[in-house]
């Protein structure tokens, strides 16, 4: 009950934020699995918050140091056609135009060297002009490779209308 709290208070406080603001910070940690690697946790997240701002500007040099060779990007409902491979993605990124984001919760699963990272995130972007803003559902497979932890694979899911409100504060 408390996590829900403080994931409502959260989020009203940076509804908040003025226009300007770019990047809300860290994503916020909700659960760590097993609790014992919550500093593991912290890095991935970390980590996150370092891909998310290189995609800000468009620094594909980063975010090929943060995402591994065999990276893809999928986009349900449509599978087969939704699979970005790493080149694709790169070269989509640098057109991406992600002006805000922020993470209202993030539950992190280590497994050894692989972190799975759910989050519910919010963004405000404009793609090649078309608005692709509002809420999603991240899946982020991470793998820990020579004591850094670099992205397998992103599953992206468009949790509703772009504009609209955060589950987490639905009536």
């Known amino acids: ?14 509804s908040f934020a003025p226009a300007g603001v770019r990047a809300q910070g860290a994503p ?11 500093a593991t946790a912290g890095d991935v997240l970390r980590r996150t918050r370092a891909w998310h701002d290189a995609i800000m500007r468009a620094d594909t ?3 090929r140091r943060i995402l591994l060779p065999e990276f893809s990007l999928t986009v349900p409902p449509d599978l087969e056609r939704g699979h970005v491979p790493l080149e694709q993605y790169l070269r989509s ?9 922020r993470w209202e919760a993030s539950d992190v699963r280590v497994l050894g060297n692989v972190a799975v990272v759910t989050s519910r995130f919010w963004q405000r972007a404009t793609p090649r002009g078309v608005d692709r803003s509002g809420y999603f559902v991240l899946t982020d497979v991470w793998r820990r490779e020579s ?7 992103r599953w992206s899911t468009w949790l509703d209308m772009p504009g609209g409100i ?5 009536k």
Do not use: F, K, N
């Open 1 to 14: 009950m408390q996590c829900r709290y403080l994931v409502s208070l959260i989020a009203a406080i940076t």
């Open 28 to 38: 916020v940690l909700i659960r760590v699995v097993p609790a014992a690697d919550t």
């Open 61 to 63: 040099a980063a975010l």
């Open 93 to 101: 990124t640098v057109q991406y135009q992600l002006h805000a984001d």
């Open 147 to 153: 004591g850094e932890w670099r992205v397998a694979a």
């Open 166 to 170: 955060s589950p987490s504060v639905r």
